[in-house]
């Protein structure tokens, strides 16, 4: 099966059926151009370990938006080149 960016969701995480681990954590590229690049990341097992990997990745996604913001106030004349 070769998947492409109209399959469904569904059909995504089906395709990555990876083994018997408590929690599988898939990063994939959709597409990638310069003015369009489309990434996900699957996150797929048991709920609660599942749970706190997503907390996680969630955390992360939080420290990059405040690093950003922080970059954009002390930049005045110069937007942030830190991407979220």
Same mark, same amino acid.
């Given at each position: *099966?070769?998947?492409?960016? /109209? %399959?469904? +969701? =569904?059909? $995504?995480?089906?395709? $990555?059926?990876?083994? /018997? %681990? &408590?929690?599988?954590? +898939?990063? +994939?590229? @959709?597409?990638?151009?310069?003015?369009?690049?489309?990434? *996900?990341? #699957?996150?797929?097992?048991?709920?609660? &370990? &599942?749970?706190? @990997? $997503?907390?996680? #990745? *969630?955390?992360? !996604?939080?420290? #990059?938006?405040?690093?950003?913001?922080?970059?954009?106030? =002390?930049? /005045?004349? /110069?937007?942030?080149?830190? !991407?979220?």
């Amino acid at each position: *099966m070769s998947l492409t960016p /109209e %399959n469904t +969701v =569904t059909e $995504f995480f089906e395709f $990555f059926e990876r083994g /018997e %681990n &408590a929690v599988q954590v +898939v990063p +994939v590229t @959709i597409k990638q151009q310069d003015d369009d690049t489309r990434l *996900m990341i #699957l996150v797929k097992g048991e709920h609660d &370990a &599942a749970s706190v @990997i $997503f907390a996680e #990745l *969630m955390t992360r !996604i939080d420290e #990059l938006f405040d690093l950003q913001a922080q970059a954009e106030a =002390t930049r /005045e004349s /110069e937007p942030s080149t830190i !991407i979220t």
